[in-house]
């Protein structure tokens, strides 16, 4: 059971670049939420999905989007990247009202 | 808006104590509560979770509280191991009707000295 996965681990963009951060969970969770870590910050909340073809927006919103077309998956995209958006990024997962489960991060980094 | 905050931001404790970490909350209409290992450069590893209606959870030598009217938390780790060292992270659930977002603390850095 994998659990939650992120894809990539680790990436380094150019100011102006888009990439999109891919989130798979395989527990059949309902939520699935983006987070970034920032030093000094803790975890705080970009965007949510409460079920397939949903979305909201949470805490830091600005210069992302998302989507879930699948149940399973929570993409993240970043059409053009800014330093200010170096940071350690976190999915995860939970049922309804019940534990969240994260995966491991990815690290990216805007140059 | 919910505010959650962890004090200290770091311990350090000889291998071997018992000890407590802190969590409290501005608004005490939660839904659950959440405790998390996070080690360095890794993700959140998920330890404890107390409903609302609960008073604490237990594992293995890891006991947590909650008392929602003082909107406080606790972690207690008994006879801590160097393998204990890592960041400690709180977070709240406030709502169980379709915004049910975690809204994290800072986090303690805990030490354990061998």
């Known amino acids: 059971n994998a659990g939650v996965t992120q894809t990539p681990k680790f990436r380094v963009l150019k100011t102006g670049q888009s990439m999109t951060l891919l989130c798979a969970q395989d527990?059949?969770?309902?939520?699935m939420y983006w987070y970034r870590q920032d030093p000094g910050m803790g975890l705080r909340l970009i965007h949510y999905s409460v079920g397939e073809g949903t979305t909201a927006k949470g805490e830091v919103p600005d210069g992302y989007n998302v989507s879930r077309l699948k149940k399973q998956n929570f993409l993240l995209g970043l059409e053009s990247a800014a330093p200010s958006q170096t940071s350690v990024y976190f999915c995860?997962?939970?049922?309804?009202?019940?534990?969240?489960?994260f995966g491991q991060g990815t690290r990216l980094t805007v140059v | 808006k919910q505010e959650v905050t962890q004090i200290p931001a770091a311990l350090s404790v000889p291998e071997g104590e018992n000890l407590v970490l802190n969590c409290s909350f501005t608004?005490?209409?939660?839904?659950?509560l959440q405790w998390f290992r996070q080690d360095p450069g890794k993700g959140l590893t998920s330890l404890l979770l107390?409903?609302?209606?609960?008073r604490e959870q237990t594992s293995g030598r890891l006991n947590a509280s909650l008392d929602k009217s003082s909107g406080r938390s606790t972690l207690y780790i008994a006879a801590s191991q160097p393998g204990d060292s890592a960041t400690y992270l709180c977070?709240?659930?406030?709502?169980?009707?379709?915004?049910?977002?975690?809204?994290f603390g800072t986090g303690t850095r805990l030490t354990i000295i061998p």
């Open positions: 995860a997962s939970s049922p309804r009202g019940v534990e969240a489960f």
């Open positions: 608004d005490s209409a939660i839904y659950n």
């Open positions: 527990m059949n969770h309902e939520y």
């Open positions: 107390i409903q609302s209606s609960q």
């Open positions: 977070a709240v659930r406030r709502s169980n009707f379709g915004n049910e977002k975690l809204t």
